[in-house]
């Protein structure tokens, strides 16, 4: 919507095209394999685990595996 309201909304595509297409390729290599338990730590001191939605933990989900702070189990 603020592409359209900037009147950008070819340029807008085309950047979010380049951005989502080496994370697809990527999600698409690890398709079929065991996906291992991450946890992803932010801090070492204090120790800081990453929750649920951050950003790092869907680079997890789609370098293809299972961030432990979104698993069902929790």
Not at 5 to 27: H, M, Q
Not at 38 to 44: D, I, N, Y
Request: aromatic share 4%; charged share 25%.
């Amino acid at each position: 919507e603020l592409a359209t309201l900037l009147g950008v909304e070819d340029t807008a595509r085309a950047r979010t095209e380049e951005a989502v297409r080496p994370l697809a390729r990527i999600s698409a290599e690890s398709y079929g394999f065991t996906r291992p338990r991450v946890a992803v730590l932010e801090s070492l001191d204090p120790l800081v685990l990453v929750g649920d939605h951050r950003f790092a933990s869907a680079l997890v989900e789609i370098a293809g595996g299972e961030s432990l702070t979104m698993a069902e189990a929790l």
